[in-house]
């Protein structure tokens, strides 16, 4: 599926497009994850979207789909790695195994910023019987946050999907950081602006 077949069938079919196509994301869409929300965001900026509702409905397809991988984990086990395995995905099974070893929860965090391997962690942290509760906290948490840059993106930067797609694609976590920076910056700057602003206007 092309970009314009992506933002066609998002344009046509409204909100529940996004959830789906994000839902579906667990049995591999040809479109990256990050471009699916990317054009949730771009689609609200021309007004064809309201940017709540888009945004909501993306986010509930982020985690809903990344949930049903931990539950297939939970039930299946072992099955689910060997079919995993069969797809050609055993470099991403072992890179998931080693994130979980080496940052243990936070794997959960640090792996929506990785292509596929955000796919497989709930499934191994499903099979290693991770507590739901425990997995929702970092999960949904990290997905609010994740949903937000690409969103975030989309809404402004737009035209540049492609560029953005590919960028966050090859560079994955040490992107996710930059963008997570720009953001909490000049939202310190604007609110550094508004409190100066606000004070000139008292004493004026």
């Known amino acids: 599926m092309e970009l314009q077949d992506l933002m066609a069938f998002i344009e046509h079919y409204g909100y529940f497009a996004l959830f789906f196509s994000l839902w579906l994301g667990i049995i591999g869409m040809p479109i990256p994850d990050e471009m699916i929300v990317m054009s949730g965001g771009f689609l609200s900026s021309l007004e064809k979207m309201g940017v709540i509702q888009a945004f909501i409905l993306t986010y509930l397809g982020v985690v809903s789909g990344l949930s049903l991988g931990y539950v297939l984990g939970k039930v299946f086990g072992l099955k689910v790695l060997d079919k ?120 004026g």
Request: hydrophobic share 45%.
């Open 84 to 203: 995993l395995v069969e797809k050609n995905k055993a470099k991403y099974l072992i890179k998931s195994k080693d994130m979980i070893s080496k940052y243990g929860h936070f794997a959960l965090v640090i792996s929506y910023f990785i292509p596929v391997v955000r796919h497989i962690i709930p499934y191994l942290v499903g099979m290693n019987n991770m507590s739901f509760k425990i997995y929702a906290l970092y999960s949904y948490t990290a997905g609010f946050v994740w949903t937000m840059i690409y969103f975030t993106l989309g809404f402004f930067f737009g035209k540049q999907m492609e560029l953005i797609g590919k960028i966050a694609t090859q560079y994955g976590v040490y992107f996710g950081i930059i963008v997570m920076f720009g953001w909490i910056t000049y939202y310190c700057y604007k609110r550094k602006l508004s409190k100066i602003l606000k004070v000139k206007r008292n004493n």
